[in-house]
């Protein structure tokens, strides 16, 4: 059995009651546990009252000592602290204060009890693919997903792409989305791709509202490297990288993607599936029935 954990940053969506609630009851187990409990300095300026209940205000760069980054948010809020924590090691465990709460663990009614035997080394983790795209020379690395998108409405954008450095064609869409496996149910998955299990070791190159009756998702080895240029006439494309724009595509420009680097790792209870999230969380068909 791993390790107890003891180190725990806490990372937040918002500052509301449920959450100001939450941190609260985390602070009343510091002292049960034996937890040192860590926040930085923007987390600590949304929940100041909060932070004076024992939380150790630490620099970014600290955070790679911490044994688990305990998040009280959605989806996107996990995925920002994976981000955060890319290539220390350091897993990140999701208590879903959002919607969806796929990439999330626990649940804000019992996360407590299902805390307990996390903290006493009954857990699972999950190292994560990221991808990274090169434009001009600047790198940047994400957990989910690289998105090139159309700027101008009105106009189409018309992309050629290469894999490996074979021209595979080109391509009158809205835009292209490569996705990791953790990023395979969000955009992706909207645009028809294939949801793929968080473990997998690949890729997927899909495009947004393609003009094309032909063209289905690729999915592709992680040491494979992508080329996309922007050959449109007149439309830009924004480059975003888990849903943050890093840059744009002018005419005649092209990006190189490829898997990242830094790895993520994502934690679980160790009873999780992933194809029991996808059932639960996605296709929702308790619910159905």
Sequence with gaps: MPEPLRRIAVATHLADAPTSAALADLARLKSEYGLELL????EAAKHPREAALGYECVADDELGAADLALVFGGDGTVLRSLGRLLGTGVPTLGVNFGHVGFLASLTPEDWQVSLAPILAGDYATVD?????????????????????????????????YEVSGVTIGRMLCDGMIVATPSGSTAYNLSCDGP?????????????????????????LRPDLAITARNVSYAQEAEIMVDGASVGRMRGGDEVH?????????????????????????????????
């Design 195 to 219: 949801i793929v299990v968080w473990d997998a070791a690949v890729l997927v190159l899909n495009f947004i509202a393609p003009h094309s009756l032909a063209f289905r998702p690729l999915v």
């Design 257 to 289: 993607i490829r898997a990242g680097e830094r790895g993520a790792r994502l934690m679980l209870r160790s009873q999780d599936s992933f194809y029991q999230n996808v059932e639960e969380k996605l296709f929702d068909r308790k619910h159905a029935r």
């Design 39 to 42: 926040m930085t300095a923007d």
């Design 128 to 160: 994560l693919l990221t991808v990274a795209v090169e434009l001009n020379g600047d790198r940047h690395c994400g957990v989910n997903d690289v998105v090139l998108s159309r700027v101008a409405p009105r106009h189409v954008l018309h992309l050629e």
